[in-house]
C-alpha cells in the first residue's frame, strides 16, 4: 500500500499512458511497480493477469545484458497483494543443432 500512496502523490493528477485507476490496482491480481528514469519522483504501474510478462522482462534482460540498458528497471512485483522478490535466474543452455559454427 506505501508503493501505491508514493505513486498517487508523485503523479497526483498527471497521468501517463496505461496508468491504472487506483481501483484497478487494488484489486489486480499481480501489481509491477517500474523505474523509467532514476530522476523520476514515482513509478510506473502495470497489471497482469500472470506473471509471463515479468518472466520476459527478467529473461530479456539477464540475456541482454551489456547489450543495451534497458528501458526499465522492475522496482517491486506483488502477487495477491504480497511482495515477490526476484531470488534467481536459471539459464539453461541447449545444443544449437542447426548452427555448425
Known sequence: MG???IHERA???QSYSGR???????E???VAFWRENRRDPGYRITLHENTKEIQQY???????LGLKPPARRLARLYVN??????KGVKIIFEL???GQS
Open 3 to 5: 508503493e501505491v500512496e
Open 11 to 13: 503523479w497526483g493528477t
Open 20 to 26: 491504472p485507476s487506483l481501483a484497478k490496482i487494488m
Open 28 to 30: 489486480a491480481r499481480i
Open 58 to 64: 527478467v529473461n530479456e534482460s539477464v540475456l541482454d
Open 81 to 86: 497483494q504480497k511482495r515477490i522478490k526476484i
Open 96 to 98: 544449437d543443432e542447426l
